[in-house]
């Protein structure tokens, strides 16, 4: 059963970093489509980047600039560099891989505050 899980939250400063690492265990990983979510409190949840492909990258309006959705093939991990944080980034953060089926993390909290 494929499964991804999510490692790298915790607290940070604003104007911090941070680096999400979520790993794949199902095969095929080239053409699993790679994704991060967040959900804050009292909101939906909402992509923040995506990569189908290691040249097809989009990124959520907000974090454009300030976060990097990377991919690294051998070790089927997929990574959210995340830069000059805001409070507003505060949210659990969601990976999903996507190929037959969609996989979903556990979700990992990030919380940016002084």
């Known amino acids: 059963q494929e499964e991804v899980v999510e490692s790298g939250g915790g607290l940070v400063q604003p104007g911090g970093s941070l680096r999400l690492s979520c790993v794949f265990s199902?095969?095929?990983?080239?053409?699993?489509?790679m994704s991060w979510y967040r959900q804050a409190p009292g909101k939906q949840r909402e992509l923040v980047a995506s990569?189908?492909?290691?040249?097809?990258?989009t990124y959520h309006p907000s974090v454009k600039g300030r976060f990097t959705i990377s991919r690294d093939h051998i070790k089927k991990t997929a990574y959210l560099q995340m830069n000059n944080l805001k409070p507003k980034d505060t949210a659990v953060y969601y990976c999903?891989?996507?190929?037959?089926?969609?996989?979903w993390g556990q979700g990992i909290q990030v919380t940016v505050a002084s």
């Open positions: 199902g095969s095929h990983f080239i053409f699993t489509i």
């Open positions: 999903n891989a996507h190929r037959l089926q969609s996989v």
């Open positions: 990569a189908p492909s290691d040249n097809v990258i």
